[in-house]
């Protein structure tokens, strides 16, 4: 049989040899991933080869050992760096999404068993594999649910217009390489885009590693960022000795979030003496039903809806008055020289409340004295170094839920996760990526490893869960999360015009809330109208107020619509306080929609709601809100274009 399997190697061997095309194909379509990953050059044909020829024959020359508790793998002879071959593959023995690991453990046959040996984790009653009653299977699922965080490792993929996030398990030998500060092996997972499938690459980076020689990895894959590197290694803090003095940030961020992630520099708009004698305000100023504005917009449902004779919608923005586009907009300053009579729905820098970490900039911002704001980002670094009990707390207002950016500021929320760990507080969190929304590639967890290497897959943030939200009583179901949607139309920057839309939305969940199996979509989250397989609960907002005066007697949603509105006027107020790059620039040719998700939650002794600012959403899905009030778009584009808004159902928060 052995012979037999290497002639049938060395038959396949020399078939590809016959077209190095195939190699040159390679190459071309994964060179920059090798780069990349740091593999040298004299491995790449055989990394080549041994994918083609499915050889996983690390078993050559290692071995797995163990003392009955822990585990390591050893080499069995020497592995010499200079030798092409001495590149090894790596299985991925579970190949799953982040929120599909319990269905994935109840569903796939012998998976769970399978991970159970791999982690450690044995059944509850500890006779192995001889319990697997319904109850003891379910109590082993949710402990490997937990620990298989620590061993799991992360890879990104394109698909369609979104990244994807890929999470796997490598087999018993990759799983069992053990940490070392002076690695003598590194790993890296490869991606065939032909195969479409992922292995791990691992090659030596000594010399020569010699026969008989526990065989390492650096867990933290070559960080060298202190504090970075500790974040790392907090998830295995039970083994490891974890030095917290490195859970800081940089005296000066090494990184300007402001740019980064092709966050393109915008040119600004010329600044103009008074508005009202630029251009585009006359323009506007001189529409009637006889002249209306010209509106071209690429949003089918906007154009539906504007029914209102003040306006016309074109096919070309060129024929514009008004551009609505759903494309990020940057060239503000050739827009005036080149458009000086048209305006366009989006302002300059408009970013720093629409992406997610820097909204957290601006939020802090607030705690900030007017005179210190131009030094808030220096005052903000200092209070995160702070080594007060509170200070997470003390640096974000009261209506913006303790967060963190996961790219900078990863060791400090480590800090504060071990922090209340300690304290015995809850620590569950939501993690969401900077610029995505309607929930996706958003979790919820309680398991430090597992926000640790989703926060290496792409740029996110962490935020505290609410974990005591005001619900909904659904007579079918009980008491559910809700959101609220409001509309906010920004007029004007210099000085602050903010109005909001009198109908909000509300969206809600279809479980009855706890404080437990966040993997439940439909028990966390509410977004349910892009799946079909999910209900969408409707209800308007009259009968909503209805509804939960019912059910809060005590409370007064005048009171709490004053606070959202409060809660508003300061987020932006904050935003529009600094200058570009970190905020929102005057532009008389700008006006924009958005849509501010928030939740209410409880003080601590449920006396009082305090609203929770969720997001910020520019271009925002209004299908709904045209379809249950067809005005919609009229009204919002009156607000923003006219100077009279009688009669218009909107308010002006600022």
Request: net charge negative; aromatic share 10%; charged share 30%.
């Amino acid at each position: 049989n052995y012979n037999t399997t290497n002639l049938l190697h060395l038959l396949r061997t020399i078939m590809i040899g016959r077209d190095a095309h195939e190699y040159q194909d390679f190459l071309t379509l994964h060179k920059a991933q090798l780069v990349h990953a740091g593999i040298p050059e004299r491995y790449y044909r055989t990394v080549f080869e041994k994918i083609e020829l499915e050889k996983y024959d690390s078993g050559d020359c290692m071995m797995m050992l163990t003392d009955g508790e822990n585990w390591q793998v050893q080499s069995t002879s020497t592995i010499d760096s200079s030798d092409a071959n001495t590149i090894f593959l790596v299985d991925h023995c579970w190949t799953f999404h982040a929120e599909q690991v319990k269905k994935a453990l109840r569903s796939i046959p012998g998976l769970a068993q399978r991970m159970s040996s791999l982690t450690g984790v044995g059944y509850p009653d500890g006779d192995g594999y001889e319990s697997e009653e319904e109850t003891g299977l379910e109590e082993l699922i949710e402990k490997l649910s937990e620990k298989i965080w620590e061993l799991a490792e992360t890879y990104t993929i394109q698909k369609d217009t979104e990244k994807l996030t890929v999470c796997y398990m490598m087999d018993e030998l990759g799983s069992r390489i053990q940490h070392s500060e002076t690695p003598n092996m590194k790993m890296a997972p490869f991606f065939h885009i032909t195969k479409q499938f992922a292995v791990t690459l691992m090659w030596p980076i000594e010399d020569e590693i010699a026969s008989e020689t526990v065989i390492t990895r650096d867990i933290t894959l070559g960080e060298s960022d202190p504090g970075k590197r500790s974040a790392r290694l907090a998830i295995f803090r039970d083994h490891i000795d974890l030095d917290r003095d490195n859970l800081r940030m940089e005296e000066v961020e090494k990184l300007n979030p402001y740019k980064l992630y092709g966050r393109k520099d915008q040119t600004l708009p010329e600044e103009v003496r008074c508005d009202s004698e630029h251009p585009a305000f006359l323009r506007m100023k001189a529409a009637s039903p006889s002249d209306p504005i010209k509106v071209f917009t690429d949003l089918k449902f906007m154009a539906d809806s504007l029914s209102d004779p003040l306006f016309k919608v074109v096919n070309s923005d060129k024929d514009a008055d008004f551009i609505s586009t759903s494309s990020n907009f940057d060239k503000f300053k050739e827009f005036y020289e080149q458009r000086p009579t048209k305006i366009i729905n989006q302002f300059p820098n408009e970013n720093v409340v629409c992406c997610k970490d820097l909204l957290l900039k601006v939020a802090r911002r607030c705690k900030i004295d007017d005179q210190d704001r131009e030094r808030s980002d220096e005052l903000i670094i200092a209070r995160l170094n702070s080594p007060s009990k509170s200070w997470a707390e003390d640096m974000h207002p009261q209506w913006c839920p303790v967060g963190f950016d996961l790219v900078n500021e990863l060791p400090v929320f480590v800090r504060n996760f071990l922090e209340r760990e300690e304290a015995g507080l809850d620590n569950s969190w939501i993690i969401k990526p900077w610029n995505l929304s309607r929930g996706r590639g958003t979790y919820v967890t309680s398991n430090l490893a597992m926000i640790v290497k989703l926060a290496y897959t792409s740029p996110k943030v962490v935020q505290k869960y609410i974990e005591n939200p005001v619900l909904f009583f659904r007579g079918d179901i009980g008491r559910v999360k809700f959101d609220i949607r409001y509309v906010v139309l920004l007029k004007s920057v210099e000085p602050l015009k903010l109005y909001k839309y009198n109908v909000f939305w509300l969206r809600f969940a279809n479980q009855a809330f706890a404080l437990d199996e966040f993997d439940e979509y439909e028990k966390h989250f509410t977004v349910m109208n892009y799946n079909d397989a999910t209900e969408l609960k409707q209800i308007g907002d009259v009968e909503f107020l209805e509804m939960f005066e019912q059910q809060y007697p005590d409370q007064s949603w005048t009171e709490i619509d004053q606070k959202l509105c409060s809660m508003i006027k300061e987020c932006f107020e904050s935003a529009v306080s600094l200058p570009p790059p970190r905020g929102i620039a005057h532009s008389a040719q700008s006006r924009a929609i958005y849509a501010l998700d928030m939740m209410l939650k409880w003080n601590g002794d449920k006396t009082e709601i305090v609203p929770q600012l969720l997001e910020v959403n520019f271009n925002p899905d209004n299908q709904r809100a045209c379809q249950y009030h067809p005005e919609f778009y009229n009204h919002c584009l009156k607000t923003l274009l006219c100077e009279d808004v009688s009669g218009i159902p909107v308010t002006e928060i600022s």
